[in-house]
C-alpha cells in the first residue's frame, strides 16, 4: 500500500487531537506506520515559525502571518510529509492549506484564491488523500479551549468570536466544494461516535477490512 496523506481541519476546541490520538492508534493495530504532524510546527523549524505566529506579541501584519504560514508548510512538505508518504506511511497532519484558507483568506479578508496559490506552491501541488473536517459550534469550541486551558488563548484563538464564524463558514463552503475529499464530521457529537465516522471513511483508503 503507498503512502497516505490524511488532514484534520475544523475550529478549535473541535476535538482534532483526541481524534488524531484514536485513529493513530486503530491504524497501528492494522499495521500501518503513521506519522503524526501538525502545521504549523511540525520540524524544529516550524516549531520557531509557531511561537511566532502563535505567540507573538503586538501586530503581526496579516500578509506576514500568512506568507509565515507558508514558509513553514514549504519546509514541512519537503523534509517530513513527503519523506514519509514515499517510505508508504500514513502522514496524519492537524491544519494543512484549508486553514490557511479559511483564517487568512477568508476571515483575515486576504483572498481565498491567493492564499490557496500561495500554498500550493509552497506544498509543490500536495494535496491530502482526505480532508476530515471536525465541525463544531463555535461557543461550544470556545469553552472547550477555556475548560481546557482557564483564560489562555494564542493569537488567533484570542480572536473575536465573528472571525471564527467566518473560519467555521469557510470550512464548511470549502468542504461542500470539494465532497469527494473532504469528510464532514459532527464534532458535538460523542467521541467514540465522532472515531467510527473517521474509520468509516479511512479504511478503505488504507486497505483495511473489518469484520
Known amino acids: 500500500m503507498s503512502g497516505r496523506f490524511i488532514t484534520l481541519e475544523g475550529g478549535d476546541g473541535a476535538g482534532k487531537t483526541t481524534q488524531a490520538e484514536l485513529l493513530t492508534a486503530w491504524l497501528e493495530e492494522h499495521g500501518s506506520t503513521v506519522v503524526r504532524t501538525r502545521e504549523p510546527g511540525g520540524t524544529d523549524l516550524g516549531v520557531r515559525i509557531r511561537e511566532i ?3 507573538e506579541r503586538g501586530h503581526v501584519a496579516p500578509r506576514a502571518e500568512a506568507l509565515l504560514y507558508a514558509a513553514d508548510r514549504a519546509h514541512h512538505v519537503e523534509t517530513l510529509v513527503r519523506p514519509a508518504i514515499a517510505r508508504g506511511d500514513v502522514v496524519l497532519q492537524d491544519r494543512y492549506i484549508d486553514s490557511s484558507v479559511a483564517y487568512q483568506g477568508v ?3 486576504l483572498g481565498a ?3 490557496r496559490s500561495v500554498s500550493d506552491w509552497a506544498s509543490d501541488g500536495l ?3 482526505l480532508t476530515i473536517l471536525l465541525d463544531l459550534d463555535v461557543t461550544v469550541g470556545r469553552a472547550r479551549v477555556a475548560a481546557a486551558r482557564g483564560d489562555t488563548f494564542d493569537r488567533l484563538e484570542a480572536e473575536a468570536e465573528a472571525f471564527h464564524e467566518t473560519v467555521r463558514r469557510a470550512f464548511l463552503d470549502m468542504a461542500a466544494a470539494e465532497p469527494e475529499r ?4 459532527d ?3 460523542p467521541a467514540d461516535e465522532v472515531q467510527r465516522a473517521i474509520r468509516t471513511a479511512v479504511a478503505p483508503l488504507v486497505g483495511i477490512v473489518e469484520g
Open 113 to 115: 484564491e491567493h492564499i
Open 53 to 55: 505566529v502563535l505567540h
Open 182 to 185: 473532504f469528510l464532514v464530521v
Open 127 to 129: 494535496t491530502p488523500d
Open 187 to 189: 464534532a458535538a457529537a
Open 107 to 109: 476571515a483575515r479578508g
